[in-house]
């Protein structure tokens, strides 16, 4: 249990406030303002996916264990636009919460060459951070794959004057070791919600997985370009493209959710365009497929967490918003979710494609594919169902190869509740202060294990209970803030005690209800 260099720069929190009070034993004498930027730097990462150890190690190392004058003075928190000792820092920061962001909003583009868009980037840094950091991460030199702890320290251009991707200092890796040393105990890196890593697993030779789809590729169009072929406007069109997670806010995809539309591409586009809606592809019943958002944001597809089954726990444990671990397909059909050979075809091609694509995925064939009832068995229990027959013919696929999949678990709903725990036991866990009140809602936002963002946090909890424990030895954090997000204030963040975040599509026709 340690940070290490092979790990990743964008992950989930991990750290407790018992790490941080070790943390804080081992430096000399850390004031209220040192206090309050950890407080600060914990909550941005969780809101853009950054992992915190690896942010609160780097910037103890590079202010000196926080007595640099450079922090004091500047509230510089990780040498940022600091070559050397003599150079005037190039943007002014005025609070410890603008340091915090400036610091999860460097080390996010180092990997995504982009802003997360709900890190509010401070007004003194902006100007600096958008002319210098993002074209250096954005560069053609710039190196490629820079995504772990130890990518920080690459160097490259000219060696006699080089660039870095961080730090150019050849000691700079040791701010790991002494981070470890100063805070024992820090929880492995895996997604959100484990506690005890899973026994090692023989993984089949990257030679046993297929090489390439067993189905022609279908004819494929992109909403970007072709959304007039498909009935709707520009400003539909530019409507339902902005109906997404940006960045995915740090999760990736490892998952493939089937839906039917219940209707056919047109309509169902046109109402996306008024209800908040989206998804990765949409796939015709004559075989084609639309390209509607991109691959490298979260769709709003997979709506609310409603009595789960058991072969998503896996997923929901991640934390989050599950569109953000997802890639997702609608296909034209209705309830009875009978589909064309072709369509067939065209979703075992797009599945198999992002299993070529997606390494995650492909390991996991035949768990990582879902039918949407798989997360809401109440209102969609019908949605997706005809994943079963495209499971079938995926298990063939790898047979072929030379993989067996692990079957999926009994489709039986997940216990929200682990041995000991009670409804009136999480509440008292969820609501440690008592149920939230705001100005935007009538309505007080607690405990109700009815809720998406509650049953996630249930799930999550019990996850991180170790094998063989009870609820006790689990980690269950607080809710502490909602946050509205989006050009209508239709994401709605739940914010909790250890960092994480739960992001929760409102539709606009349920906005008045939400109220």
């Known amino acids: 249990m340690a940070l290490r260099t092979t790990d990743y720069l964008l992950g989930p929190v991990r750290l407790t406030d018992r790490h941080i009070e070790a943390l804080f034993a081992n430096i000399d004498g850390p004031d209220a303002k040192d206090r309050e930027f950890v407080a600060r730097l914990r909550h941005w990462c969780g809101v853009a996916g950054v992992d915190d150890a690896n942010a609160l190690s780097q910037m103890i190392w590079e202010t000196d264990d926080m007595r640099a004058p450079r922090w004091n003075r500047d509230l510089n928190p990780a040498g940022i636009g600091i070559t050397s000792d003599g150079t005037v820092q190039p943007f002014d920061l005025t609070t410890v919460d603008e340091s915090a962001r400036v610091q999860v909003q460097a080390i996010y583009a180092m990997v995504k060459k982009a802003w997360h868009p709900d890190v509010p980037m401070p007004d003194g840094a902006r100007s600096w951070m958008d002319g210098k950091w993002l074209p250096k991460v954005r560069a053609a030199n710039y190196p490629k794959g820079v995504d772990q702890v130890q990518d920080q320290h690459i160097t490259y251009g000219d060696p006699r004057w080089p660039d870095a991707t961080w730090a150019v200092d050849a000691a700079y890796m040791g701010h790991v070791e002494r981070f470890n040393r100063y805070v024992p105990g820090i929880p492995d890196q895996r997604p959100a919600g484990t506690q005890t890593p899973p026994p090692p697993k023989e993984e089949p030779p990257v030679s046993a997985f297929p090489t390439e789809p067993n189905v022609n590729q279908p004819v494929i169009y992109r909403l970007t370009e072709d959304y007039g072929r498909f009935g709707i406007s520009r400003d539909q069109m530019l409507t339902v493209r902005g109906n997404k997670f940006e960045g995915r806010w740090g999760a990736r995809p490892v998952s493939v959710f089937c839906h039917v539309q219940d209707g056919v591409t047109p309509g169902s586009l046109s109402h996306w365009s008024i209800v908040d809606a989206s998804s990765t592809v949409m796939i015709q019943r004559d075989g084609s497929i639309l390209q509607v958002i991109d691959e490298d944001d979260g769709p709003w597809t997979n709506g609310d967490v409603n009595a789960p089954l058991q072969e998503a726990a896996w997923l929901i444990a991640l934390g989050g918003n599950v569109n953000n671990w997802s890639l997702t397909i609608e296909a034209e059909a209705d309830a009875s979710n ?97 149920p939230l009140t705001f100005s935007w809602t009538s309505k007080e936002i607690g405990f109700d294990d009815t809720r998406s963002e509650v049953q996630s946090w249930l799930i999550r909890g019990a996850a991180s209970i170790p094998e063989g424990g009870d609820w006790s030895q689990g980690r269950w954090p607080f809710l502490v803030d909602v946050v509205r997000r989006g050009r209508s204030n239709n994401v709605h963040v739940y914010q909790y005690s250890d960092g994480s975040v739960y992001p929760k599509i409102v539709r606009r026709d349920e906005l008045a209800k939400a109220a």
């Open 338 to 434: 009978v589909l064309t050979a072709a369509e067939e075809d065209a979703v075992v091609w797009q599945i198999e494609d992002w299993a070529l694509r997606y390494p995650e995925i492909m390991r996991r064939l035949i768990q990582a594919t879902f039918g949407h009832y798989a997360v809401n068995s109440v209102s969609r229990a019908f949605c997706g169902r005809y994943v079963a027959g495209i499971d079938a013919r995926l298990t063939a696929w790898l047979v072929d190869a030379g993989t067996t999949p692990e079957p999926k678990p009994a489709p039986k709903p997940i216990s929200l509740y682990p041995a000991g725990m009670t409804p009136q036991l999480a509440k008292r866990f969820y609501e440690l202060h008592g």
